[in-house]
């Protein structure tokens, strides 16, 4: 009788095993930090990378996105909803006006509720639409002038105007802290808003510091390079990407 040797399994995908990694550190930080692993969210920033790298993450059991630019979410993701049903898509980039409708159209939450202008056009959305997603309001926790978020001096009235106008819609808080400082305070600062504004969700960490940021109480970390290598040097479409101050590496 002839015997075959055993087929070997294919070896997992570079994002795959990058998953895998971040999941484990996810759990690991959290345990130090004496939190359930469960209790923080993974959000795979797929910005720029191909509908393909979102189907191999998602075949990975990953199921909550994030994307910066409108037009390029309403290119990769609707079409995948049918067979991902559990898949949740958030919007974390700097939202124009004119962008909102469609931004509320397609998102299970946008990050980047950062001023009166875009409330009242998201407002103005959901009414046309029917439907509100998630909000989270994003603090600009350096007053950097380059970056999207509401300044510090003014969190507290935003946060409570839009609490008054949206409802339990409303989640809680974001940031970006800025890239040459120690992201700890800032994080803390964050954590602290959130508590006073009774909001339970927070949304801070990115590739490079996810662990401070879960150690300072994240319920939401956004990971991209780390998951899908770092961005192209063009969007899928082909059209170029923003400056990386308006769209830092996540």
Known sequence: MTTHPAAHPPSPSPITTALADIRARIVASARSAGRAPDAVTLVAVSKFHPQSSVVEALRAGQTVFGENRVQEAAEKFPALRQ??????????????????LEAVRIADMIESLDRPALADALARAADRTGRLPDLLVQVNTGDESQKS??????????????????????????????????????????????????LALLSMGMSADFEAAIAAG?????????????????????????????????
């Not at 067979?83 to 909102?100: S, V």
């Not at 390079?225 to 590496?249: K, M, T, Y």
Request: glycine share 8%; charged share 20%.
């Open 83 to 100: 067979d991902w049903p559990a898949m949740r898509l958030h919007i974390i980039g700097g939202l124009q006006t004119n962008k909102a």
């Open 149 to 198: 978020g509401i300044p510090r001096a003014q969190a507290d009235s935003f946060i409570t105007a839009c609490r008054r106008r949206f409802g339990h819609a409303v989640r809680g808080l974001m940031c970006i802290p800025p890239a040459d400082e120690d992201p700890t305070p800032h994080f803390r600062y964050l954590a602290d808003l959130a508590q006073t504004h009774g």
């Open 218 to 250: 994240a319920t939401h970390v956004r990971v991209g390079s780390a998951i899908f290598g770092h961005r192209p040097a063009s969007a899928p479409n082909g059209a170029i990407p923003p400056a990386r101050l308006a769209a830092p590496e996540s």
